[in-house]
């Protein structure tokens, strides 16, 4: 069974463009999670979706990011226009069930995004 | 809200030597606790877990011991190998208000030299 998997694996834009990060969850996967570790500090919540629709969005910092997750399979996280303090190695995770609050969430490698 | 504090590192340590990685939390209810490892390269995988008071988490020769009154939830290993060099992190789940997300320590770094 392939896991989580995130496209790119590093990014490298300068301030002011856009990016968008992929992520496909485990098959049959309806809760994915998108969590970021900025400047090798803690790993903080982003958002939650079940299916496509948004769970829980309370991590995400402000309107430069926008996550979506179109027929409830791969989602995406736009970030536009970059800035420098967006750089940090951003996670997906997904899970079977999320009502369960012992449940695995499985880990992506994670996207390093460096924004100069 | 939900807090999570792990000792900061890195943490040096020659092989066969004794680990321990402090962690303690602050949670509303009754989370579960996680230890999470991520390798160089790779992404975070789960190491172990303890769902209720008193429980322990066990996995490769690691375990922690989920203590309700300390609110603690400590890593160990009696005797650590060179692939054992990674950075591990902390975290509970307290599923409710709080909804299912993670929340992570900030992370502690291990380097065993042969």
């Known amino acids: 069974e392939a896991g989580v998997t995130q496209f790119p694996s590093h990014s490298v834009i300068e301030k002011g463009q856009t990016v968008t990060l992929r992520c496909d969850p485990i098959s049959g996967h309806d809760n994915l999670y998108w969590y970021r570790r900025v400047m090798g500090k803690e790993i903080k919540f982003l958002l939650h979706f079940v299916k496509e629709s948004k769970q829980d969005e309370s991590g995400m910092p402000n309107n430069r990011f926008l996550a979506e997750r179109t027929g409830g399979t791969y989602s995406t996280l736009k970030v536009q226009p970059a800035e420098l303090e967006d750089s940090g190695v951003y996670f997906c995770?997904?899970?079977?069930?999320?009502?369960?609050?012992?449940?695995?969430?499985?880990f992506g490698p994670g996207t390093r995004l460096t924004v100069t | 809200g939900n807090s999570v504090t792990q000792m900061e590192g890195p943490v040096t340590l020659s092989e066969e030597a004794f680990l321990t990685i402090n962690c303690t939390y602050t949670a509303t209810g009754y989370p579960s606790l996680f230890w999470y490892v991520q390798y160089p390269g790779e992404g975070l995988q789960l190491l172990l877990k303890a769902t209720k008071a008193d429980d322990k988490g066990s996995n490769k020769g690691f375990e922690a011991t989920y203590r309700k009154e300390t609110t603690s939830f400590h890593l160990e290993k009696g005797s650590v190998q060179v692939s054992d060099s990674a950075v591990y992190f902390c975290d509970l789940r307290s599923f409710g208000a709080a909804g299912n997300k993670l929340t992570f320590g900030g992370g502690t770094r291990v380097l065993v030299k042969p």
């Open positions: 995770a997904s899970s079977q069930d999320g009502g369960t609050a012992s449940y695995e969430q499985y």
